[in-house]
């Protein structure tokens, strides 16, 4: 078989299959509750209510709760700021040793990855905005990151 009947066969079924009719395109709405997160369309006239007609993307869900306990923010940079500070000596001859090099690398790469842990997290609020796209099923629809 050519290459020009392959996609001609590939292209006719993709055309014939039943694709939904129904779907809507992704939209974009505006927070307005957090307890359930509550969406409203800029109609005001549709509102979206977690876990009944919304559901929230894994993606977003695990950006949301990225430093939730305050850690990487908090305390990491101060318990890495300690280590750093720690002057190591040889016993046998008290010469300057490497581990102060050491620490003082592998704490930059700590703080490098806390950072951009960090600049995943959503910190949704009320008032902003979301991108909603709708599922395969009627009235269904899912958030999928904020604006």
Request: a negative charge; glycine letters at 2%; aromatic letters at 6%.
């Amino acid at each position: 078989m050519s290459n020009e009947n392959f996609f001609k066969r590939i292209a006719t079924a993709l055309k014939d299959r039943e694709n939904p009719t129904d779907l809507k395109p992704c939209l974009i709405y505006k927070v307005v509750e957090l307890n359930p997160i509550t969406l409203q369309s800029s109609d005001e006239s549709v509102l979206l209510v977690e876990n009944e007609e919304l559901q929230i993307s894994e993606w977003f869900s695990f950006r949301c709760n990225i430093d939730k306990t305050g850690a990487l923010s908090k305390t990491v940079p101060n318990e890495l700021q300690t280590a750093e500070q720690v002057q190591e000596t040889h016993s046998f001859n008290s010469s300057p040793c490497d581990m102060p090099t050491a620490i003082e690398d592998l704490a930059s790469a700590i703080q490098s990855v806390c950072s951009e842990l960090l600049n995943l997290k959503c910190n949704l609020q009320i008032g902003d905005f979301v991108i909603v796209a709708s599922l395969e099923e009627t009235d269904k629809f899912i958030l999928v990151d904020k604006v």
